[in-house]
């Protein structure tokens, strides 16, 4: 049974940062297609950052370019979020997800309707 369990969220004042984790288990951390998503209240889900874990690519939302970055630590499987320059509209509840099937995770990486598995989420807010 895959799970993948989310923490590092909290409440922040604008410029500031915080460090999401996603914790994995139950199934072997090698290639596979890793994402970030984010929902604010009244508000789709949106793709932020996914992470092709068998090379390494990354991918950014427009919005968060440049502030985030996602990253991996395979030997503790698990999956990381750097939140940097934190602004009021980044918000929101966030997600981990993963998918076994990394094939269209270049072009579809915040299609969340692409993921199989995902996280309970954790809270960020971000105060002006």
């Known amino acids: 049974q895959v799970q993948l369990v989310e923490s590092g969220g909290g409440s922040v004042q604008a410029g500031g940062s915080l460090r999401l984790s996603c914790a994995v288990s139950?199934?072997?951390?090698?290639?596979?297609?890793m994402a970030w998503f984010r929902q604010a209240p009244g508000k789709e889900r949106e793709g932020v950052s996914a992470?092709?874990?068998?090379?390494?690519?990354?991918y950014y939302a427009d919005s968060v370019k440049g502030r985030f970055t996602i990253s991996q630590d395979n030997a503790k499987n698990t999956l990381y979020l750097q939140m940097n320059s934190l602004k009021p509209e980044d918000t929101a509840m966030y997600y981990c997800?993963?998918?076994?099937?990394?094939?269209?995770?270049?072009?579809?990486?915040?299609?969340?309707?692409?993921?199989?598995?995902w996280g309970h989420g954790t809270q960020v807010t971000v105060s002006s």
């Open positions: 997800a993963a998918d076994l099937d990394s094939s269209w995770c270049y072009s579809d990486y915040a299609l969340s309707m692409k993921y199989n598995f």
């Open positions: 139950g199934y072997t951390y090698s290639s596979y297609c």
């Open positions: 992470i092709w874990t068998g090379g390494g690519s990354t």
